[in-house]
């Protein structure tokens, strides 16, 4: 099988988030960066991804967001509390 990777990416001064897996399975995000952001680093969006490997991940300087997309799209948020790693089940791996 195809690995899917997100390897040495830098993410600096985001708006919103920085690396989102939405309904997304068996991808290895490692060896990143992420400073200076808005809204959670590291994020599985709806708790359904399973068999991601996060590793060797660094997030600093995160900040809530002032505006966060809920106001437009009417869903819950959870950006005013921000998570460098927001790992919403437990069948993936840190």
Same mark, same amino acid.
């Given at each position: 099988?195809?690995? $899917?990777?997100?390897?040495? #990416?830098?993410? !600096?001064? @985001? ?6 897996? =939405?309904? $997304?399975? &068996? ?7 992420? #400073?200076? $952001?808005?809204? =959670?680093?590291?994020?599985?969006? &709806? ?13 600093? &300087? /995160?900040? *809530?967001?002032? !505006? ?6 009417? !869903?819950?948020?959870?950006?005013? *509390?921000?998570? /460098?790693?927001?790992? @919403?089940?437990?069948?993936? #791996?840190?």
């Amino acid at each position: 099988p195809t690995i $899917t990777r997100c390897s040495q #990416f830098f993410s !600096r001064g @985001s708006n919103q988030r920085c690396y989102v897996l =939405h309904q $997304t399975n &068996d991808v290895v995000v490692e060896e990143n960066v992420a #400073f200076d $952001t808005f809204g =959670h680093c590291y994020f599985l969006e &709806d708790g359904v991804e399973v068999n991601n490997i996060f590793r060797n991940n660094l997030g600093a &300087d /995160v900040k *809530k967001s002032t !505006r966060l997309l809920s106001e437009l799209s009417g !869903r819950k948020e959870t950006d005013d *509390k921000p998570s /460098v790693f927001w790992i @919403s089940n437990a069948a993936n #791996f840190l």
